[in-house]
């Protein structure tokens, strides 16, 4: 098994926009769903977006308008391109790869949104 890596996570203040981006090292025909999850402090964690091996994505409701997933060129890597933030979406953003294989978690990357 083979754990997605991300990066991209920081410091910005509302408004600002950051793009999170998940290496992942398995093969684009194994995949069937890569997905963002997040947990902020003292919350559960909880799915913010993924996007399946046709391209369809799905967006929790906290997000829709605000946030963008795509897979690039290659595929091997998945964005999320995260715009207006606001203090609430603070918290440490998870990749997560479902595949053939089974399911990898990345390590996670942090984003902390300023008022």
């Known amino acids: 098994q083979v754990q997605p890596v991300e990066s991209g996570g920081g410091l910005v203040q509302a408004g600002g926009s950051l793009r999170l981006s998940c290496a992942v090292s398995e093969s684009i025909f194994s995949i069937n769903v890569v997905a963002w999850y997040r947990r902020a402090p003292g919350k559960q964690r909880e799915l913010v977006a993924e996007?399946?091996?046709?391209?369809?994505?799905n967006y929790a409701d906290s997000v829709k308008g605000r946030f963008a997933i795509s897979r690039g060129i290659a595929k091997n890597t998945v964005y999320l391109k995260m715009n207006s933030l606001k203090p609430e979406d603070t918290a440490v953003y998870y990749c997560?790869?479902?595949?053939?294989?089974?399911?990898?978690w990345g390590q996670g990357t942090k984003v902390t949104v300023s008022s």
């Open positions: 996007i399946g091996s046709g391209g369809s994505a």
């Open positions: 997560y790869v479902e595949s053939f294989n089974g399911v990898n």
